[in-house]
Structures are given as C-alpha cells and as structure tokens.
C-alpha cells in the first residue's frame, strides 16, 4: 500500500480517536466538545483527501462532513485561552457561515462532476464560494493565534510555556502547509509533497493540543487540591486560635496582641491577621478580643449577686485595661453604656 495512504489513514484513525475521547468524558468543558468537534471534521477532511483519488466525485460528500476544521480550531482556541464569554451565538454564526460555504462548494462539485455539468452559473459559484472560503478561512487562523498571542503579556510562568507550545506548534503546521507547500517545485507541490505536508500539520495539532487539554487539567487539578489543602489548614488554624481565645479565655488578658497569639502558635502575624478576616468575619484581631471581651462584660453586669461591682472592676475583670476604653468597646458593641445597660437588666 501507498506510504502516503497509510499515513493518511492512520491520521485520520489519530484524529477520530481524540474526537470520541474528548466527547465521552464524563466531566467536560467547552473546550473539550469544540477539540472533538474540530478533530471529527478534520477527520472526514482527511477522508476526503484519502479517497480523492478512487472515490471521485462521491469523496465529494465525505467532505461535506469536513465544515468545521478552521472554524473548529479557532472555536477551540477561545474556549482554551478565555475564562468566560468563550463562545457565544455571533461565533457560531461566523463559523456556520464557513460551514456553509464549504458544504455548498462541495455539493457543486459533486453536482457538476457527476452529471458532468459545465454551467457558467455553477463555475462562478464555486469560485465564489471557494474566494470566500480563502478569506474566512484565512481570518479564522489569524484570530486563532490571537487568542493565544493575547494572553501572553499577563500569563504567569505556566502559562506562558502552555502558550508558546500553542503558538509553536500552530505557526508550525500553518507554514507547512501554507508556506512550505507553495514553495515546494511544481512537481513535488502536484505530487505528494504537499498531502505529506498535511498530513505532519494534522498530526502536529493533534497530538500537541491534546497534550495541552491534558496537561492543563493536571494543572487545574493540583491547583484545586492545593485550594482544599490551604482551606484544611486554614480551618486547623482557626481551631487553634479559638481555642486558645476561648477555652484558655486568652481574650481576659489586658494588653493582649496579635504577635502574642502568634508567638504561642509560631506563625508570622500576617497569617493570624488573614485567619482573622476570613474565618471569624472579623474587622481585625482586636476587634474580635474585644466583642467577647464585651460578651464576657454583659454576663457580669447582668449577675445580681455582682451588681455592686464598679465599672472599672467589670471592665478590668473583662480583660480592659481601663475603663475608658471599656465604656468606648462597650458603647460600641451594645450602643450603650456599661451603666445602663446594667441597669436595662437588673430592672426588667
């Protein structure tokens, strides 16, 4: 059997592997349906390709199922590299337009190779067809790399080299095909040179973007299991932190400080003050000492065997070291004062 045949249909056999990968996968994104999508269509492209030459003109309506090769890739593309918005109805549109106008340059061929038509209508049309093509097509590969070149100014380190392994290899296959193609001698160019060339840009795409998808995952899953290791440690530390505050009532101490707590659990201040805003819903480290200094002052104000006790003594007893401050945090947290609101309790 011809090597170039062989190659063909080992690439297409490549590419509808990755198509019914992608689509079974039980957890998928956008992304994913789009690479299927693209791999399915470039598939019957190279079916088309492969049975061009004994299968003429009926390979004709096997590349009808080719409609969505660099509409599909574009589409890929700005579901890989963009967060939200990936893919709305105007894209599909701008694709479905391409989709058409490949389907019906198809039909036409078909339609003037088998009934062996030589109309002036349907020879304009395909070469109407096929000028719009050319421009869409082309259109589509440029905003393909732009999706990837776009990101590369705010990407992180990770992300860059995701990006450069996009660019890399898309600029590759597009310069075989496009470039290198063209440049070949006519007698190779009308050969084989040219569908070998396809055949290294398919497998090129294939295999370096599904590589991407694959390695993107691991990413966003170690990511997510770094997320849920912080979350663990972040909920021991605020056990740890209550439970020095309340079971060992640390809050009682006068003067008590962020460092003193972080001291005693040796972990830098910023961590403490962090645990603070996240898991007790705190202004700041103080503030929270200070609403369960006031808690603690309520119950004493509100006991009738200690309501001979002075302010100052409630309020050194609640863990102030005055009772300035204490009547402020008090007024503060109750919208009264220490006075009345004992006398609020002790009366009703």
């Known amino acids: 059997m011809d090597p170039l045949k062989i190659a063909q249909s080992l690439t297409v056999l ?7 990968n992608h689509y079974r996968l039980r957890h998928k994104h956008i992304l994913h349906l789009a690479f299927a999508g693209f791999c399915a269509s470039s598939s019957m492209y190279l079916a088309y390709q492969l049975t061009s030459t004994y299968f003429t003109p009926y390979h004709h309506l096997i590349g009808i199922f080719g409609f969505a090769t660099c509409s599909g890739y574009w589409l890929f593309s700005r579901a890989f590299f963009r967060k939200t918005n990936s893919i709305n109805h105007h894209h599909l549109l701008f694709a479905g337009v391409l989709g058409i106008c490949l389907i019906l340059r198809h039909l036409f061929r078909f339609t003037e190779k088998i009934w062996q038509l030589q109309t002036d209508w349907l020879s304009t049309s395909i070469t109407v067809l096929s000028e719009a093509i050319t421009i869409l097509s082309s259109g589509m590969l440029v905003l393909a790399f732009w999706e990837g070149y776009r990101v590369l100014q705010s990407a992180n380190v990770t992300q860059r080299k995701i990006t450069m392994i996009y660019l ?19 007698e190779l ?52 932190i209550q439970h020095l505050l309340v079971e060992e009532q640390r809050f009682l101490e006068a003067n008590l400080r962020v460092a003193d707590i972080a001291r005693e659990l040796d972990l830098p201040e910023y961590r403490i003050r962090a645990i603070m805003l996240s898991s007790f819903d705190a202004k700041n480290f103080n503030h929270y000492v200070n609403q369960m200094r006031i808690e603690y002052a309520k119950t004493i104000l509100s006991a009738p065997d200690k309501r001979d006790w002075p302010v100052l003594v409630v309020g050194i007893e609640s863990g102030f070291a005055s009772a300035a401050p204490f009547s402020r945090a008090f007024k503060e947290f109750t919208g009264c004062t220490p006075g009345q609101y004992r006398k609020q309790q002790l009366t009703s």
Do not use: C
């Open 14 to 20: 490549l590419s509808l592997a990755l198509a019914f």
């Open 168 to 186: 890399s290899s898309f600029l590759v296959s597009i310069t075989s095909v496009m470039l290198i193609a063209v440049a070949l001698p006519k």
């Open 189 to 240: 160019a009308m050969g084989e040179g040219r569908e070998w060339l396809v055949v290294f840009a398919y497998t090129l795409i294939f295999i370096s973007t599904h590589w991407l998808i694959r390695f993107r995952q691991q990413q966003f899953m170690q990511q997510n299991n770094k997320n849920e290791d912080s979350i663990q440690s972040e909920h021991l530390l605020a056990q740890k």
